[in-house]
């Protein structure tokens, strides 16, 4: 039977060190409050993005922008 009290230690996403996946670490899966912010604040300068892939629909939309920026499509 596995030991419940025993918790992982998981790498901090910001700077690798290792921290305990538990309920006493409220900063999980980060290290420090100071690591979460970092985190965050690389989220909000769009350091981090999700890649995109253009469809043919993206662009049919975007050449009727060009031509009519005030054209509405609902």
Not at 41 to 55: H, L, V
Request: a negative charge; aromatic letters at 8%; one cysteine or more.
């Amino acid at each position: 039977m596995p030991d419940t009290n025993k918790s992982s230690l998981v790498a901090c996403p910001t700077c690798q060190k290792k921290s305990p996946w538990s309920k006493e670490n409220p900063d999980r899966p980060f290290c420090s409050p100071r690591c979460k912010l970092i985190d965050l604040g690389a989220w909000a300068s769009e350091s981090y993005s999700i890649p995109q892939q253009t469809s043919e629909e993206d662009e049919i939309f975007s050449e009727d922008l060009i031509i009519n920026p005030n054209k509405s499509f609902l």
